[in-house]
């Protein structure tokens, strides 16, 4: 398991790169947007202003494709507009944060630093 203190530098490591995020388009996530009723901006302020280092369920994973692309991945977990949202995003080597998954939590997490 990784521990609080690389969990708290990932999360100040995305935060001072708020400008290089950005949503993957995949279908789960526009459509969590629309039910939301939340455009991407406004979910990323959000993301921004609440994530912490205890909202932390696993990580930092490989990419498991067939042709991974560099960097770590990491799962958290978060309260948005009231909704339980199942957040996962790969920390790139170009300075990208790719927010893979931003859409309703399907089954529970686990937090292990709650």
Do not use: A
């Amino acid at each position: 398991m990784t521990n609080p203190d690389d969990i708290k530098n990932i999360v100040k490591k995305i935060k001072e790169r708020r400008n290089e995020w950005k949503l993957s388009p995949r279908r789960k996530n526009i459509q969590t947007l629309s039910e939301l009723g939340l455009v991407e901006s406004l979910v990323f302020d959000i993301i921004y202003e609440k994530i912490s280092w205890t909202n932390y369920s696993s990580g930092p994973e490989s990419d498991n494709h067939s042709n991974p692309i560099p960097g770590d991945i990491w799962i958290f977990g978060l309260n948005i507009s009231n909704t339980n949202c199942y957040l996962k995003f790969q920390d790139r080597p170009n300075g990208i944060v790719m927010w893979i998954s931003l859409h309703k939590q399907e089954r529970p997490l686990n937090f292990p630093f709650k």
